[in-house]
């Protein structure tokens, strides 16, 4: 068998909306209080995108960054996916737009999965595939959503968690300009609980009708228990895996990355794995639940914030509509 190519991060970029939305903001628009979202699930403001800002401009924000840290143009990228709930349009693709707005080539292949908060860490692993097969030399992988579009804003259970953002990474198996060595992804789902997360207005299910609008099934549903449940139990699952078949434990990572949904979520993970908190990035005090973008928000902060050194192990992990999970492993490089 041919020898398995290696697969590197060389750019990270992420972008969040200017308009920021408070916990008081939101007390004036639905029955909820400051102290009930803190201590509930630790969020204190998220970013909300510009009104006619749709998720492919969020994309190309990002897209813009991780093409500079990666020291590259849009003339350079060969194939862009996009992992995105809240397309532009249900099709064609959010990719197709992001390819337009950003200037890239015409005969680059562009594609979108919707795996929920799971996107970056399933682009990884697909772009990995795509560089290792050569059919490409360099992926851009988009995480975006704009989730204020599908929130009902008179649901108190929902709109206090969500958010906007997006984060980007170019991928390739070029060694010299790695910032980060893809190791190991482990991919999940499982469709048992499909609907706990959903929108379910809008699909060949539920067409956009006079009734579908008025039952409010354009926005997003969420069983709250039972997904923070299924969070808990699919998250730690995936970080086994990734210590198992990489023969590791908590105690050799340096930093984990989990979905930005809730800091109780956050902490129970950690505890779940045995590794402390200092260990552990969370952002979701100033950016909420920006579903497929915020493991990439995240790192993305962190490698500002000159948190990494070269050799240390990353875990990220998530967790999201399908219900989808996923981990991975990176070394860092600089
Ligand atoms: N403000 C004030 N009260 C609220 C509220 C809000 N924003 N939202 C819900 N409540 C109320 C409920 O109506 C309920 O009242 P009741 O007891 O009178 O019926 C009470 O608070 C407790 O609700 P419950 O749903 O049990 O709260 P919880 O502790 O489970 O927390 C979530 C709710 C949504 C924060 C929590 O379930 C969660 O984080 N789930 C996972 C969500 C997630 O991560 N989704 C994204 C996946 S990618």
Known sequence: MAERKCIYVRGIGSYLPDKILTNSDLEKMVDTSDEWIVTRTGIRERHIAAEGQVTSD???????????????GPEDVDIILVA?????????????????????????????????????????ELAAGLLER???RRVLAIAADKLSAVTDWTDRSTCVLLAD?????????????????????????????????????????????????????????????????????DMGGAVEQIFRRNAIGGEDVAYFIPHQANQRIIEAIAERICVPMEKVISTIARTGNTSSASIGIAWDSACREGRFKAGDLIVPVSFGAGLTSAAALLRWIG
Request: proline content about 5%; overall charge neutral.
């Open 58 to 72: 969020l994309a190309v924000e990002a897209a813009k960054k991780a093409l500079a840290d990666a020291d590259l």
């Open 84 to 124: 995105t709930v809240v397309p532009d349009m249900p099709f064609p693709s959010t990719a197709c737009f992001v390819q337009q707005k950003l200037g890239v080539k015409s005969n680059c292949p562009c594609a979108s999965v919707e795996v929920g908060c799971s996107g970056m860490i399933y682009l990884m």
């Open 134 to 136: 050569g059919t490409c």
């Open 165 to 233: 953002g997006a984060a980007a990474l170019v991928l390739t198996a070029e060694e010299s300009h790695g910032r980060a060595e893809l190791l190991d992804t482990f991919l999940a789902a499982d469709g048992s609980g499909a609907e706990f997360l959903c929108m379910p207005g809008g699909g060949g299910r539920c067409p956009a009708t006079e009734r579908s609008v008025a039952e409010r099934q354009h926005f997003l549903k969420m069983n709250g228990r039972e997904v923070f449940k299924r969070a808990l139990r």
